[in-house]
């Protein structure tokens, strides 16, 4: 089974600083993990993706996101936040291609001025 | 493309009405997918289709919903009665089989049941 834990419902950085938004992940199978974003009031949309390739993974709007098996984590990365970054965040994984997605319960980016 | 296409963006509607829902995948994509997203449980999968048949529906709440899809290009949800604990944001998402994961997601429909 899987299951995604994501931590910290809502972060706050000021523009300009590092986004962090942590992902961590329960398979017993080797996963394949997702970030999605959804902006006020939209759908979401694939920000990245690791499908079992590199593990360093480069998404959408300069973000990226490291899988580290040890940690059992696929943290989310922007070196410079900008104002348009704010949105809901959400980890997913499954146990492979053709799997049903396991969601996490998101979080809620804010970029300060 | 236009993406994913779901009517109506809003409804409101009284306990005990029936409501539908409906929504239009992107051309070409044969998997499709039904969520609900609330501030208390997040996003919960409902149901899903390939090919326009139900292959998960572990996720539909009660008797009260059901999902049909007659055709590749068309699909609704329908909670008949509605009550106000199924108000939510609905959202329909399309995928090619091969890429389940990556989903293409409509815009959603509000629902406010009061």
């Known amino acids: ?113 | 493309d236009a993406g994913v296409i779901q009517s109506p963006r809003h409804e409101v509607t009284e306990m005990g009405q029936e409501v539908t829902l409906r929504c239009k995948p992107i051309s070409g994509h044969n998997s499709l997918f039904w969520y609900r997203q609330t501030m208390m449980r997040g996003l919960e999968l409902l149901i899903y289709f390939n090919n326009n048949v139900p292959i998960d529906d572990s996720g539909m709440p009660e008797d009260r919903f059901s999902a049909k899809m007659p055709n590749a290009s068309f699909s609704t949800l329908k909670i008949q009665p509605s009550e106000p604990r199924d108000s939510a944001v609905y959202f329909c998402a399309s995928s090619l089989a091969s890429k389940t994961y990556e989903q293409y997601f409509g815009p959603g429909t509000r629902l406010t049941v009061t």
């Not at chain 1, 299951?3 to 300009?16: A, F, I, K, P």
């Not at chain 1, 993706?49 to 360093?56: E, N, Q």
């Not at chain 1, 959408?60 to 936040?81: D, M, Q, R, V, Y």
């Open chain 1, 1 to 113: 089974a899987q299951s995604v834990t994501q931590l910290g419902s809502h972060v706050s950085v000021s523009e300009g600083a590092l986004v962090l938004l942590r992902c961590n992940y329960s398979s017993s199978v080797p996963p394949y993990l997702f970030w999605y974003v959804q902006y006020p009031n939209q759908g979401l949309q694939l920000l990245l993706k690791y499908t079992s390739a590199a593990t360093l993974v480069k998404g959408i709007n300069g973000f990226e996101a490291e899988f580290k098996k040890s940690e059992t984590s696929f943290h989310l990365t922007k070196p410079s936040a900008h104002m348009s970054d704010a949105a809901e965040y959400f980890c997913a994984v499954s146990a492979g291609n053709n799997r049903k997605l396991i969601w996490g319960l998101g979080t809620s980016l804010a970029v300060n001025p």
